[in-house]
């Protein structure tokens, strides 16, 4: 009864932490100098916190819920292709950080897999664009075309004059500095949310 009990609470956290993650997608700001079709958004924020805090089974889990909720706001603009390639560098970020703090709860492993996260997030980005998302746009819009894109990045940053100076001088940044303001906030503020959190799941044990 106790362990059904866990459970339910467990799911309830996993559930509002992927509802604020896909709340936060809402958000977006655009950052200066990076390709116009990425935006900004702390939507990593609840599932790092969350994977911290529930292990990383529950950091999946809010990954998920996260797109559904997006899912169910605004639907999809680019058939699930976006969906998934979201899905794909999320977990590639909160994945190896969670499994590395899992293994060794100190500020020292917290720090040293967030560090990691962010450069497995950084290369699935780079081949998720590459191989997904920029093509997928070339292929939607009617006379649109790779290059299309690439002179669209280009007239933000001069330096990307192909889809792999896109990929280096635009998602590479782009994913570094979205993931490390993450792993900052996340460094500052876990201990103090986690207890509450924890609080909240062994309540009633």
Not at 68 to 88: D, M, P, Q, R, Y
Request: charged share 15%; hydrophobic share 55%; glycine share 8%.
């Amino acid at each position: 009864m106790k362990t059904k009990k866990l459970n339910v609470k467990k799911i309830a956290l996993i559930g509002m932490l992927g509802a604020l993650g896909g709340l936060l997608m809402l958000i977006k700001t655009p950052l200066p100098f990076m390709p116009p079709f990425m935006d900004f958004d702390l939507a990593a924020l609840p599932e790092i916190i969350g994977g911290f805090a529930l292990g990383p089974v529950a950091a999946v889990l809010i990954v998920i819920v996260k797109l559904i909720v997006k899912l169910a706001i605004l639907g999809t603009s680019t058939a699930f292709v976006g969906e998934l390639s979201n899905f794909i560098v999320s977990v590639a970020y909160v994945l190896p950080a969670v499994l590395i703090y899992d293994h060794h709860k100190e500020k020292k492993s917290a720090l040293q897999g967030m560090i990691i996260g962010t450069i497995v997030c950084t290369l699935a980005a780079v081949i998720s664009n590459v191989y997904m998302i920029i093509p997928f746009y070339a292929n939607m819009m009617a006379g649109w075309s790779v290059d299309t894109i690439v002179d669209m990045c280009h007239a933000v940053c001069p330096l990307v004059n192909d889809i792999w100076t896109l990929a280096l001088f635009g998602v590479v940044p782009f994913n570094l500095i979205k993931c490390g303001v993450t792993s900052v906030i996340t460094f500052i503020v876990y201990k103090k949310i986690s207890v509450p959190l924890k609080k909240f799941v062994k309540a009633g044990m």
